[in-house]
């Protein structure tokens, strides 16, 4: 049995105005926003999978990733992981955007990887091909 699985990012659901995020939520994407190309390259690259998916016939499956970080992130990269740890190294107060309300749930970069490799093998996925139909959303949680 072969299929494809694409990774994905929550890029897809652009600025979305409901957090945490329903697999179910089809985005709010701004097509000429400073994002955009890159919203519309993630949506584009899962529309890509579902077309392939039904024109040839091959199973697919897309795994969205949320908020991966790991050892060799750059520290002024801007994402919150290096911003965090770099401001506590300088003894700096730690930067909260927005009213700290915010979720977020992250996961270290091994077991991202861990994760798709398992669910990329696991006999009980691989034999009901219609699980792959939906994107999986592969964060901390």
Known sequence: MSWI???????VYGNPPEHPQRESYWGNVNPV???SSY?????FAEALTVA?????GVDTAIARIFNTYGTRM???DGRVIPTFISQAL????ITVTGDGTQTRSF????D?????????TTTPYLKRPESRQDPVAISGT
């Open 74 to 76: 750059r520290h002024h």
């Open 112 to 120: 991202t990887i861990d994760r798709n490799a398992t669910r990329a």
């Open 52 to 56: 392939y998916r039904e024109q040839h």
């Open 107 to 110: 996961c270290f970069v091994d």
């Open 33 to 35: 926003g400073p994002r």
């Open 90 to 93: 300088r003894d700096e107060p």
């Open 5 to 11: 699985c694409s990774g994905s990012t929550s890029e």
């Open 39 to 43: 919203d519309e390259g993630e949506r």
